[in-house]
């Protein structure tokens, strides 16, 4: 049954708009247009104060994993909130960690062996980072202060995980004095994910890309603690895609140079790319893996690090050795929401949901490849169940000035019609929970066409 909705929700958005600081907004916005009222979850629905649904196209921001309120994950919530809600990781454990543990292993690579759990992506990044770094002095490498990654990257909006991110746009620049160290390397994105692919000098840019890596390496690889990456597609980056020789490229780099590699598949993981890890896809294993938002389904949060047993042997000594990782969280491994991912992780097992990403992947190609058609899109492409294009003024051919805001625009219109859609910057993507019918997926295409005009 539908939630119940509230009588009259004026009053409630004078509270928001009295008190609540949203995020990624110019508050001054919500005075004329106030954030839209969610009054419940429905598959791949949300449903929204005046009796609307709404296709959640971006998994509320990559995290509905299997759909809003599946029977499974809000059962293993409910059962675990009534047996242990929470209790302190450090000095304890307890069965739905251990649990979890034991149902996710063997579904990543192999060197993986040692869970770290926390909070979310931005934290399960800084955890990787500090172990690095202190993995590194360690093991007798005190001169490695720096990090490398990718330009144009994102990981997280936490002072570590920025420190990695790109510093050249409106989120981070702003906090340079106060960041890590760190050496950007720029990748080119692999025109064979496009619909209409241009592959005019492609191997030879290939090559070049190659070259630049093992140049970058040869320069910065002895200072550098880690590298981090999001595998194959750089989500917030704007959903560049990169290719697979490259990553293979980038381990081999590492190795050579005795770089910790950091893998963040927070949004690129459980199935998103069309496997269940993104780095799968080169058959390449990091030494540090960083997961969140699916881990739950997207019901509650968490995140854990995974690392080698090499790095962990690091670790390893006496309390007064002053080895150990001394770090934590105050919701670290909480057994509600450890219940809640073994609940989603067993429906892998239970039901086809790579089988579901792979129809989801193929309607996301079809919709793409309408809206390649239109002249205000261009470099429409797709990975898995990612589906992403620029966004211009046909007029022109480029995109739209910041201050035309026309991303936000566009959202705002799509949201009247039943679509949650949040352009960042230029580019505009389909994201949603992998059980989303296909049909759901041609009227969406549908609908960004009509507004695109």
């Not at 759909?67 to 000095?91: I, K, N, Y």
Request: glycine share 10%.
């Amino acid at each position: 049954m539908p939630t119940p909705l509230p009588p009259d929700w004026s009053d409630r958005l004078a509270l928001d708009r009295a008190h609540v600081w949203h995020p990624f907004t110019q508050m001054q916005v919500h005075e004329a247009d106030p954030p839209a009222a969610v009054v419940g979850g429905e598959g791949c629905d949300l449903l929204l104060d005046n009796g609307e649904r709404v296709l959640d196209g971006i998994s509320s921001w990559w995290t509905c994993l299997h759909g809003h309120g599946h029977p499974r994950l809000v059962g293993a919530m409910e059962r675990q909130a009534a047996r242990l809600d929470h209790v302190m990781f450090a000095g304890f454990t307890h069965e739905p960690a251990l649990e979890l543990v034991t149902r996710l292993r063997p579904r990543l690579p192999a060197p993986l062996t040692r869970a770290f759990f926390s909070d979310d992506g931005s934290t399960a990044v800084e955890v990787a980072l500090k172990m690095a770094f202190q993995a590194q002095l360690q093991r007798g490498e005190a001169g490695r202060d720096r990090f490398g990654a990718l330009r144009g990257g994102y990981h997280g909006d936490t002072l570590g995980a920025v420190g990695v991110g790109e510093l050249e746009n409106f989120m981070t620049g702003l906090f340079r004095p106060l960041l890590l160290a760190c050496d950007r390397l720029e990748v080119p994105e692999d025109p064979r994910r496009e619909l209409v692919p241009d592959l005019t000098g492609w191997a030879a840019r290939l090559t070049t890309a190659r070259a630049d890596m093992a140049a970058f390496f040869a320069q910065h690889g002895p200072r550098l603690a880690a590298f981090i990456a999001e595998p194959l597609i750089q989500c917030a980056g704007g959903m560049r895609i990169w290719p697979p020789e490259l990553l293979t490229e980038l381990r081999a780099q590492c190795d050579a140079h005795g770089v910790y590699l950091i893998f963040d598949e927070v949004a690129t993981g459980f199935g998103r790319t069309g496997t269940f890890l993104a780095c799968e896809q080169a058959a390449v294993a990091p030494d540090l893996l960083c997961l969140s938002k699916g881990l739950t389904g997207g019901m509650l949060p968490l995140s854990i690090t995974w690392a080698t047993e090499e790095l962990y042997g690091h670790f390893w000594g006496t309390p007064a050795s002053g080895r150990a990782f001394l770090h934590g969280h105050s919701y670290t491994a909480n057994p509600t929401a450890c219940a809640v991912a073994c609940a989603s992780l067993a429906l892998f097992d239970d039901e086809p949901v790579l089988a579901q990403a792979q129809v989801l992947a193929e309607a996301l190609r079809s919709a793409f490849g309408a809206l390649a058609t239109h002249p205000a899109i261009r470099q429409a492409r797709t990975l898995g169940a990612i589906g992403a294009c620029r966004l211009v003024d046909p007029a022109t051919g480029v995109a739209h000035a910041a201050e035309a805001r026309f991303g936000w625009r566009l959202h705002r219109a799509a949201l009247d019609r039943g679509l949650l859609v949040r352009p960042m910057g230029d580019c505009l993507y389909l994201l949603p929970p992998l059980s989303t019918p296909p049909a759901r997926i041609a009227e969406a295409a549908e609908t960004l066409l009509h507004l695109l005009g």
